[in-house]
C-alpha cells in the first residue's frame, strides 16, 4: 500500500499545499484540482522525478517503507501519461518487454508468452511484432497499461491518462485499467480534471486548490 | 554512476573549451611583451609592440580585417533578413534552405578557390562577357568586323574585383559565405517549440491587424528572435575579422589583412619575427573587440529607431524592395552556385581551356589520377582525424547534455557553460593557435596528432554541442520518465531510449563535426607543424601552385566529402527503419489489423 505523510510540495521554497493518505491495494486514490494547482507535481514527487523549483517535504511510504531517498528506477513506482509514450524504435511487444524486469523469465520463450498473456487480457493478442506507429489511439493506451503493468510496479500513477482520448474510448479505456489494477491488485494515484474519472475509480477523491 | 561519469563529461568538455584558448592567449601574450627565451629575450617591454606600430602598413592592415570584417558581417545580416522575410511564410522556404545548406559544410578554403576561379579575368563570368560583346557587336554593326571581340577582353579584365585594395573582394566572398550560416541558424532558432509556438501566434495577431509579411518579419519576429541569435551572430564576424583562407586566395597583398600578417609573421624563417606576429596576435584580438563593439553598437541603433517606427503603426515595410532584393539575392546564388559547379567540374577534366571559349579543347582524367595519387595521405589523415575527433566530441556532447538533465546546473553556471561553448569562437583563432602551439611544444613536443586532435576538437565541439542540443532539449522527457519508472537506470535510459530516439539528430551532429574537422586550415597546419596533410591544407597550398585543373580537382574533392558524411547521416536512420520493418514483416504477423484497428 501506498501512504502519504503530510506531504507538502513546495515552488521556490512556497508551500502549494499539504497532503496525508493512504491508499490499500487495489484503490485508487483521485486527486482533483485546478490545472496549475501542483497535481502533476505531486505524482513526480512521489515517483521520485522532481524538478527544480519544486520540493518536497514528508513522508511517502510504500509498503510501510520510506522511498523518499531511493532512487527513481529502484521505487517500484509506475507512471503513465496522457500519451501513451510508447518506444517508436521499439515494437510492441519489445515495448513490454524493455519494462519487464530482468531475469524475471528462464528463457525466450516464456518471456514471449507472458508478453501474449498480456496481450490477451486487453485483447490485443497477436500484435507483439506490430511496429508502435501502426497501433489507433485506443490500442496505445492499452499497450501503454500492460507496458507498465509489465514492470511489476508496487505503485502506479495516473496523470490525466484518459484525457486525450475519445468519448467513446474514454469509458472504455477506464474500466480496462481500474479492473486490470484492482485485478492485480495495486494501489493507484490517479490526477484528473474529469469528474467522470473520479467516480469510475471508485476511491476516495481528494481536491487541492 | 552514470551520473558521474556524464558530470566528469561535463566538466572535461568545458575544460578542452577554455584551456587551449586561455593557455593559447597567455601564449602569445608573453612574447608581444617581449618574453621569449627560445630566443634569448628574457625582458619584458612595450617595446615590440613600439616596432609593430612603427611599420608603415600597420594601420591598413587593421583597417582590412575591421573593415572587410563589420562591411561583410552586415551585409550578410542584412541580406539573410531580406530573404526570410521575403520567404518565411513561403512554401519556397524549403527550397532556400536545401539550395543554401550545402554552404555550410563547404570548406572556406574551397569557398575561396571557386570564387577565384569563376571571377578571375579568364574565369566564366569574364568568358561569357566576353562571348555576348562578341556576339552583339556581331549583330549590330556587321558580320565582317571580327576585331571587336579582340578589344573586349582587356575591358573584362579590368573589371575584375580580385586582389582589389580595399578588400571588396574578401568582403563579398566572406558575405557569401556568412549569410547561409546566419540563414539557417536563425532558422533554426526560430523552429524550436517554444519559439515556433510563440512566433506562429505573433504572426497571426500580426495578419490580422493587417501588417504584411515582411512587416511582421521585421516588427514582431525579428526581435523576438534576435537575442537568440546573437551570439552566434558575434562568432561570425570575429571569424570574418580574423579569418585567414579567404584574404589569403583572394585578397591584396599589399598590404594584407592583418591575420594573413600575422601568419605569415608566425611562419618566418627569422624566429624574432614571432615576437612581432604575437603583438599583433594580441592587437588582432582588440580588433575582433571593435568590431563586436561596432557591431553592437549598431545594434542598439537600429533598436532605438525600431522601437519608434513600432508605434508608427505602418502597416508595410518597403514590401517591394525587400521582396525585390530577395529574390535578386538568391537568383544571384543560384547563378553563382551553377557557375562554380560548371567551371571546376570542367577545370577537373579540361585538357585545354582557352579563355573566352566556354568549354575545354579535348577531355582527360589526367588530373584526377595526379590528384588521387597525391592526396592519398592528406585523404587517409582527413579523414582519420575526422572521424576521431567528430566521434570523441559527440560522444562528450551527449555525456554533457544528459548531465545537464541529470542534474541541471544552477542558471548562473549554465550560463557561464554557455559563454565558454562560445569561447574559441569568439576569441580569433590566428591569435590563440600560434600560443597553444606554443605550449604544446613546450609540453610534448612529438604527440603532433594529439596537438592536432586538440585544435580541432576546440573547433569541432561547439558546433557539434549547438546542433545536438537543440534535438537533445526538443526530446520529450516523459519518455524518459516512463522508462525511469519501469525500473531502468539513468544508463539504460540513455542507452536504450534516448540515444535510439534522437539517432537522425545525432547521426547529423556527427557529420557536421566530420565537415568542421574536415575544413579547418590554420589549426590543423600550425598544431602540426605542417607535418600531417589534409585535404584542406593541400587545397590551399596548391593554390599557388601551377595547375588550376589540379586545384579544381582539389575543391572537389573537398566539397564532396563532408556531403558524403551527410549523405551517411541521412540514409542510416532510413536503413534502420527499414531493417525493423522487414524483421516485422518476415516474423509474418503482419496482420490487416492496421487497417482495421480494435478500439
Known amino acids: 500500500m501506498l501512504s502519504l505523510e503530510n506531504v507538502v510540495i513546495y515552488r521556490d521554497d512556497k508551500p502549494l499545499f499539504q497532503l496525508s493518505a493512504d491508499v490499500a491495494k487495489g484503490e485508487v486514490l483521485t486527486v482533483m484540482g485546478p490545472s496549475g494547482a501542483g497535481k502533476s507535481t505531486l505524482l513526480q514527487a512521489i515517483a521520485g522525478q522532481l524538478q527544480a523549483p519544486f520540493s518536497v517535504t514528508g513522508q511517502i511510504k510504500v509498503n510501510h517503507v520510506v522511498i523518499n531517498d531511493i532512487d527513481v528506477h529502484l521505487r517500484k513506482v509506475g507512471i503513465m501519461f496522457q500519451d501513451a509514450l510508447l518506444f517508436e524504435h521499439m515494437t510492441v511487444g519489445e515495448n513490454i518487454a524493455f519494462a519487464m524486469p530482468d531475469k524475471a523469465y528462464k528463457n525466450k520463450q516464456l518471456k514471449h508468452d507472458a508478453i501474449n498473456t498480456l496481450l490477451v487480457a486487453v485483447e490485443l493478442d497477436g500484435i507483439a511484432d506490430r511496429n508502435v506507429n501502426t497501433l489507433s489511439g485506443g490500442q496505445q493506451a492499452r499497450v501503454s497499461l500492460i507496458r507498465t503493468l509489465a514492470s511489476e510496479p508496487d505503485v502506479v500513477l495516473l496523470d490525466e491518462p484518459f484525457s486525450k482520448l475519445d468519448v467513446a474510448l474514454r469509458s ?38 | 554512476m552514470f551520473t558521474h561519469i556524464t558530470l566528469v563529461a561535463r566538466w572535461c568538455l568545458l575544460l578542452l573549451l577554455c584551456i587551449p584558448v586561455l593557455a593559447g592567449l597567455v601564449g602569445v601574450i608573453f612574447p608581444a611583451l617581449g618574453y621569449f627565451p627560445a630566443i634569448g629575450a628574457n625582458a619584458f617591454s612595450t617595446q615590440v609592440f613600439a616596432t609593430l606600430f612603427g611599420l608603415p602598413d600597420i594601420w591598413q592592415m587593421m583597417w582590412l580585417s575591421l573593415f572587410t570584417g563589420v562591411g561583410s558581417t552586415l551585409l ?27 554552404f555550410l559544410v563547404f570548406p572556406h578554403a574551397a569557398a575561396a ?74 532558422l533554426s532558432v ?63 597583398n599589399n598590404p ?30 582588440a580588433v575582433s573587440a571593435v568590431a563586436v563593439l561596432l557591431f553592437l553598437g549598431t545594434e542598439r541603433l537600429v533598436t532605438y529607431i525600431g522601437k519608434r517606427s513600432l508605434s508608427g503603426g505602418n502597416r508595410y515595410f518597403a514590401d517591394g524592395a525587400l521582396r525585390a532584393s530577395g529574390f535578386v539575392i538568391m537568383a544571384f546564388y543560384i547563378i553563382l552556385i551553377c557557375a562554380v559547379v560548371y567551371t571546376v567540374v570542367v577545370y577537373s577534366f579540361a585538357k585545354q581551356w582557352h579563355f573566352p571559349l566556354l568549354l575545354p579543347e579535348g577531355l582527360t582524367l589526367l588530373h584526377w589520377n595526379t590528384a588521387i595519387s597525391a592526396l592519398t595521405t592528406p585523404f587517409i589523415n582527413t579523414l582519420l582525424l575526422g572521424v576521431l575527433v567528430s566521434t570523441t566530441s559527440l560522444i562528450l556532447v551527449l555525456f554533457t547534455l544528459e548531465s545537464e538533465q541529470l542534474q541541471p546546473a544552477r542558471a548562473v553556471a549554465s550560463n557561464a557553460f554557455s559563454v565558454s561553448l562560445f569561447l574559441p569562437l569568439l576569441v580569433p583563432g590566428v591569435a590563440f593557435l600560434y600560443g597553444l602551439v606554443w605550449f604544446q611544444q613546450l609540453i610534448f613536443q612529438n604527440a603532433v596528432w594529439f596537438h592536432t586532435y586538440v585544435a580541432h576538437m576546440v573547433y569541432v565541439v561547439p558546433y557539434v554541442f549547438l546542433s545536438m542540443a537543440v534535438a537533445y532539449r526538443k526530446f520529450d522527457n516523459r519518455y524518459a520518465m516512463v522508462a525511469q519508472s519501469l525500473g531502468k537506470t539513468p544508463w539504460q535510459v540513455f542507452y536504450h531510449v534516448k540515444l535510439p530516439s534522437l539517432f537522425s539528430a545525432i547521426m547529423v551532429a556527427w557529420a557536421l563535426g566530420l565537415a ?60 534502420a527503419t527499414r531493417k525493423r520493418s522487414r524483421q516485422m514483416l518476415v516474423s509474418g504477423t503482419h496482420s490487416n489489423r492496421s487497417a482495421n484497428p480494435v478500439q
Open chain 2, 256 to 285: 594584407s589583412t592583418l591575420a594573413v600578417a600575422i601568419m605569415h609573421w608566425f611562419n618566418h624563417i627569422d624566429l624574432s619575427m614571432r615576437l612581432l606576429a604575437s603583438s599583433a596576435a594580441v592587437v588582432q584580438v
Open chain 2, 190 to 252: 526560430m523552429s524550436q517549440p517554444l519559439v515556433k509556438k510563440k512566433l506562429t501566434g505573433y504572426v497571426k495577431v500580426g495578419t490580422a491587424l493587417g501588417y504584411s509579411p515582411t512587416a511582421s518579419f521585421f516588427k514582431l519576429v525579428l526581435p523576438t528572435t534576435f537575442s537568440q541569435i546573437k551570439l552566434p551572430l558575434l562568432a561570425v564576424l570575429v571569424f570574418a575579422t580574423s579569418n585567414v583562407e579567404i584574404p589569403l586566395i583572394l585578397g591584396p
Open chain 2, 516 to 575: 568542421i574537422s574536415f575544413s579547418q586550415y590554420l589549426p590543423t597546419l600550425l598544431a602540426s607543424g605542417g607535418t600531417i596533410p589534409t585535404v584542406t591544407t593541400e587545397a590551399v597550398a596548391s593554390v599557388s601552385g601551377s595547375s588550376t585543373r589540379l586545384t579544381a580537382v582539389y575543391v572537389i574533392i573537398q566539397a564532396v566529402m563532408p556531403l558524403i558524411g551527410f549523405m551517411i547521416a541521412w540514409y542510416m536512420p532510413v536503413i
Open chain 2, 76 to 102: 550578410a545580416v542584412i541580406a539573410a533578413f531580406c530573404i526570410l522575410a521575403t520567404f518565411y511564410q513561403s512554401s519556397l522556404l524549403g527550397k532556400i534552405q536545401g539550395v543554401l545548406s550545402p
Open chain 1, 172 to 209: 472504455q479505456i477506464r474500466s480496462w485499467t481500474f479492473s486490470q489494477l484492482k485485478a492485480r491488485n495495486m494501489p493507484a494515484v490517479l490526477v484528473t480534471h474529469d469528474k467522470d474519472d473520479a467516480l469510475a475509480a471508485g476511491g476516495n477523491v481528494i481536491e487541492i486548490l
Open chain 2, 113 to 186: 578557390i571557386s570564387l577565384l576561379f569563376v571571377v578571375s579575368p579568364s574565369g566564366i563570368f569574364a568568358a561569357i562577357t566576353t562571348r555576348l560583346n562578341a556576339y552583339f557587336s556581331h549583330a549590330f554593326t556587321s558580320p565582317f568586323v571580327n576585331e571587336i571581340s579582340e578589344m573586349a577582353l582587356p575591358a573584362a579584365n579590368d573589371g575584375t574585383l580580385l586582389y582589389d585594395g580595399l578588400g571588396l573582394s574578401i568582403l563579398i566572398a566572406l558575405s557569401l559565405k556568412e549569410l547561409p550560416f546566419i540563414l539557417l541558424m536563425t
